[in-house]
């Protein structure tokens, strides 16, 4: 059977991501079918959405313009798995606490943007992740920080303290930027691993 | 969860973060801003980064004189209004200017013809900044030499201020026109390019093996309305640069939001007519072929 993957695409890293979740669809032995959104009408027929990184006032503007926002809530309500990261992370969230941002509430927790700076204090390091037994290549760009986790929130990986990537239901979401490096593990959590990964599920 | 994360194998200024940041410009809208007024406008509008500037390229051309960096007071202002990247524009080989743009904590550098060049023969070594830059380019032999320097972003040239698209298609049909000759040569006629080139010949075979330029490619010079921009993403640009159109329409406000728009669904024909309707006067501009060559900045830094 052939997954199909939604890679929201109104802007930002979209290729990036496209090629991630192929990739780690074969790791998985899954063909996966990658169609780009940036229209409504196409969520409804995608089994794993991704959200990818790019300027969240950007993004949160046109999923709302386009008719998108409503059709990725039902797709998280349905229990259907998606993985945010970086931009994709504020607009899922709870609360960016930025009304420029019109966030879906479908990650349980709050978020500051750029929290970890401007450009000259974005950052790669390697980086402890529930459920990856190696350290995992993370790079942070203008990232947000994760500031309050709901109960039902799983906590992935913490830097210097601070939670940057987290569970919480169907959906993986990340300050920093998985689809960035050649390495996929972040992807088959998220999309093909969900019960080993899943601390809440076992 | 495990808890020794190694703060100390951070690291900053990666060809890695630089060029992550250029490709999380992807599918926007960066625009030109003399002011913090301007700067909020275009955020409102749903630009992806503002380009901080003391005169749009249309106002630089009519001025005349030498044309530098902005008041490092005023982007700083433009840098504390808005929650979206700002960039600033160095002088080509003007390696303070880029320092201080960089001190001031802009999140990208554009060292850009459009201001009046303070090296005639080198550009900036962009290596060893921890700011990522933004070059412009008319053909793939000038772009894989700024990428050489450490540029993480390349956009085309065209021809700044002149609200004439034409350039900019010229200069994006040249490279990609290129890049396709490129793809199909095998592994001697690539060296034989580049030689004839003056291109770097790691950066010729990673560009033909890839298929596309090894970093970020936008469209810039001339772009000044929602239909301008749709052209541009047809010619596989990643995003657009506008500079003078925004401010210089009759209506900034429409016109910036219809160009983001015009970006995201620039193969939607029906949809494009709704954007580009009832937007008001684009930018006046002038024809490029009316422009005479000593008033072009395409030729400089090359």
Not at chain 1, 130 to 149: N, S
Not at chain 2, 110 to 123: G, I, K, N, R
Request: glycine residues 8%.
């Amino acid at each position: 059977m052939t997954l199909v993957a939604g890679v929201v695409a109104v802007q930002g890293d979209v290729s990036e991501h496209a090629d991630a979740v192929r990739r780690a669809g074969r790791a998985h032995g899954e063909d996966v079918e990658v169609r780009e959104i940036r229209e409504s009408g196409l969520v409804p027929d995608c089994d794993l959405l991704l959200v990818p990184g790019g300027e969240s006032t950007t993004i949160s503007r046109l999923l709302h313009e386009e008719g998108i926002a409503t059709e990725i809530v039902a797709h998280v309500e349905a229990g259907k798995p998606m993985l945010a990261t970086c931009a994709g992370l504020i607009v899922t969230s709870r609360d960016a606490k930025d009304d420029r941002v019109d966030t879906l509430d479908l990650v349980d927790v709050s978020v500051d943007r750029n929290a970890f700076g401007r450009q000259k204090d974005s950052f790669e390091a390697p980086l402890d992740v529930e459920g990856l037994d190696e350290p995992f290549p993370a790079v942070f760009i203008r990232a947000p920080v994760i500031d309050e986790v709901g109960d039902d929130v799983a906590v992935l990986a913490t830097w210097d303290d601070r939670p940057v990537a987290v569970r919480d239901g169907p959906v993986v979401a990340t300050s920093f930027h998985p689809e960035l490096t050649p390495d996929v593990r972040v992807h088959r959590l998220a999309f093909f691993a969900a019960d080993e990964a899943d601390p809440l599920a076992r | 969860m495990t808890e020794e994360t190694d703060l100390e194998e951070l690291k900053r200024g990666t060809e890695l973060v630089k060029r992550g940041f250029a490709r999380m410009q992807k599918g926007g809208v960066i625009m030109d801003v003399v002011n913090e007024e301007q700067a909020k406008i275009a955020e409102e509008c749903g630009a992806v980064a503002v380009m901080a500037l003391e005169a749009v390229p249309a106002d630089i051309r009519k001025r005349g004189g030498v044309a530098r960096m902005a008041d490092p007071a005023d982007v700083a202002d433009i840098v504390d209004s808005v929650s979206i990247p700002v960039m600033g524009k160095s002088r080509i080989g003007h390696r303070k200017e880029a320092e201080i743009l960089q001190a001031v904590g802009v999140d990208m550098i554009d060292e850009s013809e459009v201001l009046t060049p303070a090296d005639d023969a080198y550009h900036i070594d962009k290596r060893e900044f921890t700011a990522p830059f933004v070059c412009g380019a008319r053909n793939l032999g000038e772009a894989l030499r700024r990428i050489d320097e450490g540029a993480a972003m390349i956009r085309t040239k065209g021809e700044a201020g002149t609200g004439d698209v034409n350039q900019a298609v010229h200069h994006q049909r040249t490279i990609k026109g290129a890049i396709r000759q490129l793809e199909g040569m095998n592994w001697e006629e690539r060296e034989k390019w580049a030689r004839e080139h003056e291109a770097p010949k790691d950066l010729v075979h990673e560009t033909a093996e890839m298929g596309r330029l090894p970093v970020v490619n936008f469209a810039a010079g001339g772009i000044a309305t929602p239909a301008d921009a749709a052209l541009m993403m047809h010619h596989e640009c990643d995003g657009i640069f506008v500079g003078s159109g925004i401010f210089g329409a009759e209506n900034p406000r429409e016109m910036g939001t219809a160009i983001v728009q015009a970006v995201n669904n620039w193969d939607d024909p029906e949809t494009l007519a709704d954007i580009a309707s009832n937007l008001g006067k684009s930018m006046k501009g002038d024809a490029n072929v009316d422009l005479p060559e000593e008033e072009k900045m395409q030729g400089r830094g090359v």
